[in-house]
């Protein structure tokens, strides 16, 4: 544990301890690499650092660190893992890490079972074997009575916290009935928690005070969604004096349903209504982000159309005067065409002085004429 020095005194190996620093430290963390002397300091070390103790064995190390140790810890660690995936292969139970139930063979009870739910338009989802939750399903089809009988969840929010037997304190109340008939209605279903003469309602009557205050006709009802973009959020209203069966139709039930049961009109805290399926898948295509840049759009469109409005009589005067302008400018324009028209005209005679002109060159066309006319005889004389 110690060395020795040249002067021949010892010296700590590890030097001294991290978490007290009174003694010579003994023990190196295998993760942390933080030096301890006793086991106090290791557990104070643990509970302030949150280490566990255990060397993370997929810790990066350089090549040139790489001893005999790393070398041989890597390589447990692949034969670990690959014992690991033989084991999971051999499970018949784990062997598959998703559920395809096009291609999975169902026992024939729950064949008949997905195939009666199918026919009453219920989108039945049965999960693999080694979940909790198909362990726990007893929903069964009465083959005689061509009648299903659900397990269902009820839980009951806003109630009084009460610490459980963990001694945590539960703001939901979760009750489970192993079989409910189809054809039985919510209210009839859920009374035997409200109504103070059974026994059930008088064991709980701490707990659902405020529901058994409110009574069954004040009491709403809401099926979790599944199946659905953000079905963590998401619930369906369902209608007390509507059939277990009916309420179910057209949604996706994962094993069986779970109900909330409030005595408010909203749906519980963290969760949204929806109306159907498809109205979630459409909301969903649209992101948030989306969604907001989409109204604000419109309402910057809404303050456009608004300041377009006050400011059309402002338009319209504007757009007065610049037809005047126009139409006076054209005016001008035309009055400028008729005074170059006046002054070609101008300088072409009028018809009267045109016809006068026209009969002087007649006459004076006639009179040369007849000159000539008489000329010619005395000329033929001398030349006679």
């Not at 590890?14 to 295998?30: F, N, Q």
């Not at 009055?335 to 300088?347: P, V």
Request: with cysteine; hydrophobic share 30%; charged share 30%.
């Amino acid at each position: 544990m110690t060395e020795t020095s040249s002067n021949g005194s010892f010296s700590p190996r590890l030097g001294m301890c991290e978490v007290c620093a009174a003694k010579e430290a003994r023990y190196a963390c295998p993760k942390c690499e933080v030096k301890t002397c006793s086991l106090a300091c290791v557990q104070i070390h643990k509970k302030e650092l949150a280490c566990d103790g255990q060397r993370d064995r997929t810790k990066f190390v350089p090549l040139s660190q790489m001893t005999a140790r790393e070398f041989m810890s890597d390589y447990c660690f692949l034969e670990e893992a690959t014992r690991y995936a033989e084991a999971r292969q051999s499970d018949r139970s784990k062997r598959f890490t998703h559920d395809n139930s096009n291609n999975r063979s169902l026992p024939v009870p729950q064949h008949r079972l997905r195939t009666a739910a199918h026919s009453r338009s219920i989108r039945l989802q049965l999960l693999l074997p080694n979940f909790s939750r198909h362990k726990e399903n007893t929903t069964y089809l009465d083959w005689k009575l061509r009648r299903l009988f659900w397990r269902v969840e009820w839980l009951f929010v806003n109630i009084p916290l009460e610490e459980d037997d963990d001694g945590q304190a539960q703001p939901v109340a979760r009750f489970v009935d192993a079989r409910c008939d189809e054809n039985e209605t919510l209210a009839n279903l859920a009374l035997k928690y409200v109504d103070l003469q059974q026994e059930t309602a008088l064991r709980h009557r701490k707990r659902l005070a405020h529901h058994q205050t409110a009574g069954i006709g004040q009491l709403n009802f809401w099926l979790r969604a599944e199946g659905v973009p953000r079905s963590a959020t998401c619930c369906y209203a369902l209608e007390a004096a509507k059939p277990l069966g009916k309420n179910l139709a057209g949604k996706t039930i994962v094993e069986f349903p779970t109900i909330y049961v409030t005595y408010h009109p909203k749906p519980p805290l963290g969760l949204e209504a929806i109306e159907s399926e498809l109205d979630e898948e459409i909301s969903s295509a649209c992101p948030p982000a989306a969604k907001k840049a989409k109204e604000e759009q419109e309402e910057d469109n809404h303050d456009k159309s608004n300041n377009r409005s006050l400011l059309e009589p402002q338009v319209a005067s504007t757009c007065v005067d610049d037809r005047e302008l126009e139409e006076d400018s054209s005016a001008s324009e035309e009055e400028a065409e008729i005074d170059i028209f006046r002054g070609i005209a101008t300088s072409f005679p009028s018809e009267d002085e045109s016809e006068e002109e026209d009969e002087d060159n007649n006459l004076a066309f006639e009179g040369s004429y007849t000159e000539q006319g008489d000329a010619e005889p005395s000329e033929r004389k001398s030349g006679t």
